[in-house]
Each structure stands twice: as C-alpha cells, then as structure tokens.
C-alpha cells in the first residue's frame, strides 16, 4: 500500500518539482522580474531561516487558534442548530428563512460590521470564523438528519430508547458522514476567514504578515510566509482527512 | 389468556386528491399468551403496517391496541418489533456485541460492561459466539439477522413481533433461521407474531395462522394448525396436516380477488 501510493503521487509531485526549477531559471535569465518574483531557491532560504530561527511559532501559532477556536464553536453551532430543524418542524419553520439569507452572503463580507461591534482582537476573528464555518456544518447536518433511516430510529423506539438518547446515539453517528462533509468544507472558510481578518485587522498571524511584508516590499519574505500559509492548509486537510477515517471506519468498506 | 388484543383496528392513509385509503378495515385480532400466530397475506395487504400498530410504531387510525392489558400508546416494553431489513436496522457503525447491547445499555442499573455481558450471552444463543467484534457489514444476510434476533431477546421481551425476518434471505438459511426461532420459542414462553406472505413459513411455524384480505384487508380466517410440538422445521413439513393446511391457505389466497368475500373464522 504504501509504496504504491507513494507510486501514485510521484508523477504530481515531479510536475511540481519542474515547475519550480523552471521558475528558477526563468528568473535568473532575467524573464521574470527578481523584485517581483524572486527565484524559488532565495525564497526557499528565507524559509528555512524562519523556522530555524522559530520565528515561525508565533504567527503560526496565532493563526491556528483562530482557526481552531472559530472552527470548534463554529461546527458545535451549526451541528446544534442544523439537528434542531431537522427533528423540529417549528424550528426549521423559524430559522429557514435566517439560514437562507445569511448562507449565500460571502463571510469575508461580515467582517467589517463584525469589526464596529467587536474590536479588532480576537472575538471579533474567532467570531468571524465561526460564523463563516456554521452554515456548510449546519446545512449538511440538516440534510444528513433528515436522511437518517425511519427503519433505525424505530428500532432505537422498539427498544424503549427515549428521544434524546436516539438523537445523541443514533441520529448522529447515522448523520455523521454528511455533518463530516461540510466540516471539511467549512475547514477550509475558516483558514480563508481567519487569514483574511488577520490582513483587515493589521494584526498578528500569517494574513497580516504576507499583507505586511507586502507594503514593506520584502518579497521574499512575504513568499515564505505565503508557503508557510500554504503547508498549514495542507496540515489541516490531512488532519481532518485523518480524524474522519477514524471516525468513518466502520464504513469502509460498506459499498 | 390475550396477551396482545386488537380491537376493531383501522388504518387510512391520506391520498393525493381524493379521499382517504382504507388501508385495514376493524380488524380484531386476540393473541394468547406464549403462541406462535403468523399473518399471512398478499403483497401490500398492510400485513406490516398492521404490526407496526401492534408495536405501537405507529398509531391506528381507529380501534384500541391492548399489551397485557393496557392500551398501546408507544412502543410498550413488553413487545420487540424486528425489522424486515435487518440491514437497515442494525447500526453500521457499531460491532454486533455493541449492536446487541443497544437493547439492554439504556436501562438503569446496566452498566456499558454488563450490557456487552449480556450481548455475548444472547450472541451465543444464536450461534454467533465469536462474532462480537465483527461488524454487520462482515457478515451474511442470515447471520445479521440472527444479530437482529439477539438484538431483539436481549431486550428479554415476552412479545416478539417478526416483520418478515426471513424472507431476504436464501432457502437454506431461511430453514436454519425456521429452526432458530422455534428453539427460542420453545426455550423462551416467548408470544411470537410472525407477519410473511410465505405460506409453508407461516404453518410450519405456527399455532394459528391469520389470513389477510387485500386491501382493505381483514382478517378472512382463523386457522388452528394443530400440529405438533415441540416441532422440527423441516420434519413438519412432510406431516399430512401441513400438506393439507399449505393446500388449503395458498387456495385461499391464490383465489381470492374481491376483497373481503372470506367469512371470518
């Protein structure tokens, strides 16, 4: 297996691997402006600097707690209330039209008023994120409750289970491939969120540094930051993409 | 003495633009204590529908449901439904000791411990020792159904409700499941209510076999079948009273087409 899937990304990998040599030489012909886009190998030591210097830590760190606290209450939000009106009718009838008109807006667009009410600190970015990561949970949640087999619930009320137990044992775990989808969907807003208010706010972590290194004219630094970016993204899917085997193992190999 | 009563039952479903469909019309139906009774009717008779009322799954449109005597309003604890799609009833994501555990882990005074405990007795009842750990999706059909039968006597009912248990599986293993479950039966006292449209199923099994009419169904007849206990699944069915009962039944069903022309036994 393992050989085989190293196999299997080689090719992508090589691409890749040609595509920044090529860079490289383009640069240092002179086809591509050095001030612009410096060639991959100066980027490449800026980089290693940075994390051997553990400059690193600190941006990265702040970062990824907006992105896990925003992410966590986020996807508890969305769960909670896209189960709600799933098993409650009132509830749906009352929040539909809310979900509706706030689920097509873009978040990043709620970051400015999100900045009149709360600051510029960390409520207001956690606040953002959570709010762009709740409605892909909730919708999927709301779609995945409402797909859960009547055959199972009745077998859940046939063996005297009450209606809270069933929801928290059964309706879940039977809706939790599709609550798992839209957390991957909403992984992804909440590192666009997080960064994007980082860059609005002038304050801390990787957006500020790639817009502020931006403004200063070091280049190379804001590419390094710019991958560095890109590699926790990268983390993250892999992380979530892990944490959902695990949770799905008994589905797989159900065709 | 009735352990399960139904009184003048009826069931509609509401229709698309005209008025409602008569799905069951008064059916009245007492089942004694520690028998084995089949329904047996036509494809889309309600037989399960029916069932689903006596389980309290679903509600009747009219009449009374009594278990033990006390009107049905809820699934009531002496009663177990098993599901036709034992595939669809078992939860997927947790082993089959875990699975059979479900009917037992909410109760008070049941430990998570005690209830896998009890998991691994009724898993041996059914000649699935050794299988605690696998998942449904490991086994075959037959062998999730037995996963659905322990499920279901776990829950140390003194009703089980059968909604077509055997009727997805092979030839072979629907014996083997025949054998099954009258073992249990017997072993048990349990009061089973067995719903098939396999008529050989429905005598060989039973004390008494309820006819279904097409819709709206009622009971066309009441038929003692009278043969012997304890019983072997396969040795009955050669017996002379099987062979006449099994004429008897599939004549009935095979030729009755105007709903309701049986009498009531």
New interface residues.
Partial sequence: MRPERLLRLLPGLAFLALLLLALEGAVNAGLIRRALMPPPSAIWEVLRDLVLSGEVLGPLSATLRLVFAGFAIGSVIGIALGAAMAWWAPAYRLLEPLVEMIRPLPKSALVPPLMLFLGIGDTMKITSVALAVTFPVLVNTLQGVRGV?R??L?????????TA?ALWH?VL??A?PFILAGMRTSLGLALIIAVLSEMLTGQGGLGFLILDMQRSFLIRQMYAWLVILALVGLALNALFAWAEARA?H??A??P | MAILELEAVEKSFPARGGPAMLAMDRISLAVREGEFLSILGPSGCGKSTLLQIAAGLMPPSAGTVRVAGRPVTGPPPEAVYVFQQYGRSLLPWRTVRDNVAFAVEHRPGISKARARELADVQLAAVALTGFGDHFPWQLSGGMQQRVALARALAAEPKIMLLDEPFSAVDALTRLDLHRLMLELWEKRGLTVVLVTHDVEEAVALSDRVALLTKRPSTIARLVETGLPRPRDAVEVRETPRFLELRHELLDALLTRHAPGDGHAA
């Fill in positions: 087999d055959v199972l009745d077998a859940a009320r046939t063996h005297g289970w009450g137990r059964v775990p039977a939790l799905l008994w589905q190999r159900t």
